[in-house]
C-alpha cells in the first residue's frame, strides 16, 4: 500500500557531504508522514539511530553526528532527507529511513511504520 524509496547514497571522500531521500508513495489514499528518523548501521555494529523528527517534539541526533547532519522533511511531495556534511569514514553504513504514516482512508485514518531499503554510504578516500 505504502512504500519507501531511498536514494542518494555512494561514495564520497572523507569531508565530503551526501543528501539521502526517502520518498514515500502509495497506489490508494492519500497519506501523511507523522513521525520520522534515519538509522545506519555498519557492518558487525548494530542498528543505532541517527537522527530523529517526532511530530509532536524536537529534533534530535546521535552524538557523533550533531553540528555535521540536519534531519528535515517535504510534506508536499511526502519525502524525509538527512543532510549529511563534514563525512567521516566512521559514517560508513548503511542507511534506512523509518517513517510513521497515516493514511487517509476516509474512516479509519490508520497509522503504520515504514521502512526504507536501504541506502549504503561509503566514506572513504
Known amino acids: 500500500q505504502v512504500q519507501l524509496v531511498e536514494s542518494g547514497g555512494g561514495l564520497v571522500q572523507p569531508g565530503g557531504s551526501l543528501r539521502l531521500s526517502c520518498a514515500a508513495s502509495g497506489t490508494g489514499s492519500p497519506f501523511s508522514i507523522l513521525d520520522m528518523g534515519w538509522y545506519r548501521q555498519a557492518p558487525g555494529k548494530q542498528r543505532e539511530l541517527v537522527a530523529a523528527?517526532?511530530?509532536?517534539?524536537?529534533?534530535n541526533y546521535a552524538d557523533s553526528v550533531k553540528g555535521r547532519f540536519t534531519i528535515s522533511r517535504e510534506n508536499g511531495k511526502n519525502s524525509v532527507y538527512l543532510q549529511m556534511n563534514s563525512l567521516k569514514p566512521e559514517d560508513t553504513a548503511v542507511y534506512y529511513c523509518?517513517?510513521?504514516?497515516?493514511?487517509?482512508?476516509?474512516?479509519?485514518?490508520?497509522?503504520?511504520?515504514?521502512w526504507g531499503q536501504g541506502t549504503q554510504v561509503t566514506v572513504s578516500s
Open positions: 523528527m517526532p511530530s509532536g517534539g524536537s529534533t
Open positions: 523509518n517513517v510513521r504514516i497515516r493514511i487517509w482512508t476516509g474512516v479509519e485514518n490508520p497509522v503504520k511504520d515504514y
